[in-house]
């Protein structure tokens, strides 16, 4: 596959399949040059000294449109050209196709093209009455040449009759699709762990002929899980949500290669994409989006990817495989450390009087760093603070705050607390770790122990074993 090169200035006929303005049987028309006239053929002027141009709805006197509903007769009221002028940027490759049939037998017609007043035949089509004959070429803008003419002109037709001959229908000449992906991130960011983002990507056609076989594809970003059934066709053709299923319609995941797939364009279907009109014809192109979440090893990492298409230029005699890359979003994530804490008692039965010994242990397990780490454990009613040694930071024993401080990733701090039973009962005290940094999983932030406490033996009498 080759990637198309900056998009050159759009060239595209107008009214290519004389679908405007609707016609019943017969009608023959003002050409747009006649500003004022009710009624006239968008797009098309002609030679003729009347300004007229001749449309035929499908099936009048039995001939069938080749393309769409309608399509045009050369030959109005005499012998003359219908073309078109367009800008043209010099150097451009410019694709041309057409349908052409005779009237009442063989007529011939030539295609020129070049400057206006300087056109340069580049073909001849001569055609019967049994069907529709079908040409496509190439034409490349010389240098200095921004205006380039596209036109039929009456050779002959059958019959002698001037009026009569050269039918026109399916006309296109201008540049090759080019597709132009733009993606977003809904929110932005920075962003937390756990946090769902949804990926948005447009599709616009900024060239003249439409894009075949579309099909647009974007691997969930390492870092991320893609969240299922969010897959959804935003606007334009075949609007609306998808499912993650293969071949039932126009989107799948593809959990082997943890991508996402849109078939998009007129047409699309489960098996392949359709055709995406460029953006006179669909100014806001095709928009899709997926969701997916931030995953823990994602911490305090940049999120980046890119969509790709790849789709095809029908207008030859070959199709010609291209793609396109979007921009790359990047979504920043912010530090996650999940803190995991161990409290234990030496005994968990005393007795007034005796001494508790609680050991309490907080952990990062990542994947970032944590700053500001705090371990809250309030000793409980019926115990009096007696002493505390830790690693790291200090014990206030008014507010029951460990104030540890900064705690790298894998790294592992402990404090030995001591208090004094007071009162016989049962005790239980928590211990939660806290952080700055968001913790992805707070089940393991806390753990408690209690302790039973009993009351003191009965003091022995003094008199014992005396007379």
């Known amino acids: 596959m080759t990637t198309p090169p900056a998009a050159p200035l759009r060239v595209t006929l107008a009214n290519g399949s004389f679908e405007q303005p609707a016609v019943t049987g017969v009608e023959i028309l003002p050409d747009a040059s006649q500003t004022q006239a009710a009624k006239r053929v968008p797009g098309w002027l002609t030679t003729a000294s009347d300004?007229?141009?001749?449309?035929?709805?499908s099936g009048f006197q039995g001939v069938p449109a080749a393309d769409g509903a309608q399509f045009a007769e050369l030959n109005a009221n005499e012998v003359s050209t219908l073309y078109q002028d367009l800008p043209t940027t010099p150097g451009t490759k410019l694709y041309w196709r057409l349908y052409h049939r005779g009237r009442q037998g063989?007529?011939?017609?030539?295609?020129?093209?070049?400057?206006?007043?300087?056109?340069?035949?580049?073909r001849r089509f001569t055609d019967g009455t049994t069907a529709w004959g079908y040409y496509t070429g190439t034409y490349t803008v010389p240098?200095?040449?921004?205006?380039?003419?596209?036109?039929?002109?009456?050779?002959?037709?059958?019959?002698?009759?001037?009026?009569?001959?050269?039918?026109?229908?399916?006309?296109?000449?201008?540049?090759?699709?080019?597709?132009?992906?733009a993606k977003t991130a809904v929110p932005a960011g920075p962003l937390e762990v756990g946090d769902v983002v949804t990926y948005r990507i447009t599709a616009r056609n900024e060239g003249g002929g439409g894009a075949e076989n579309l099909v647009l594809s974007d691997v969930v970003p390492q870092g991320m899980t893609y969240l299922p059934g969010s897959l959804r066709v935003v606007d334009g053709p075949n609007a609306g949500a998808k499912s993650d299923a293969r071949g039932d319609d126009q989107a799948y995941y593809d959990a082997a290669a943890n991508k996402v797939v849109f078939h998009l364009g007129n047409g699309a279907s489960g098996g392949q994409g359709g055709s995406l009109p460029n953006t006179e014809a669909l100014p806001a192109g095709t928009t899709v989006e997926y969701r997916a979440v931030i995953d823990r090893?994602?911490?305090?990492?940049?999120?980046?990817?890119?969509?790709?298409?790849?789709?095809?230029?029908?207008?030859?005699?070959?199709?010609?495989?291209?793609?396109s890359t979007s921009n790359e979003q990047i979504t920043e994530v912010r530090p996650a450390a999940d803190l995991a804490v161990t409290k234990a008692a030496d005994a968990t039965t005393v007795t007034v009087g005796q001494t508790v010994t609680y050991r309490i242990t907080v952990r990062n397990t990542g994947p970032n760093d944590s700053s500001g780490v705090t371990v809250t454990d309030r000793l409980p009613d019926g115990l009096a603070f007696l002493s505390a040694d830790g690693t790291d930071g200090s014990y206030d024993p008014a507010t029951g705050r460990w104030t540890v401080g900064d705690l790298a990733d894998g790294a592992t701090a402990t404090l030995v607390l001591r208090?004094?039973?007071?009162?016989?009962?049962?005790?239980?005290?928590?211990?939660?770790?806290?952080a700055n940094e968001k913790d992805p999983d707070t089940t393991n932030n806390t753990d408690t122990v209690s302790v039973c406490v009993e009351p003191a033996p009965s003091c022995?009498?003094?008199?014992?074993?005396?007379?």
């Open 419 to 434: 208090a004094k039973a007071t009162k016989a009962g049962p005790t239980g005290n928590t211990a939660t770790a806290t």
């Open 143 to 181: 240098a200095g040449q921004t205006t380039t003419r596209f036109a039929f002109r009456s050779l002959s037709a059958a019959g002698g009759n001037r009026s009569v001959g050269n039918f026109l229908d399916g006309i296109f000449f201008g540049t090759a699709p080019h597709v132009e992906l």
């Open 297 to 323: 090893a994602a911490g305090g990492k940049q999120i980046s990817n890119t969509a790709t298409a790849a789709y095809e230029n029908r207008l030859g005699d070959t199709p010609e495989p291209l793609t």
């Open 106 to 122: 063989q007529d011939t017609m030539a295609l020129d093209i070049g400057a206006p007043g300087n056109t340069v035949e580049q």
């Open 460 to 467: 022995c009498d003094p008199c014992a074993g005396q007379e």
């Open 51 to 57: 300004h007229r141009i001749e449309l035929w709805q």
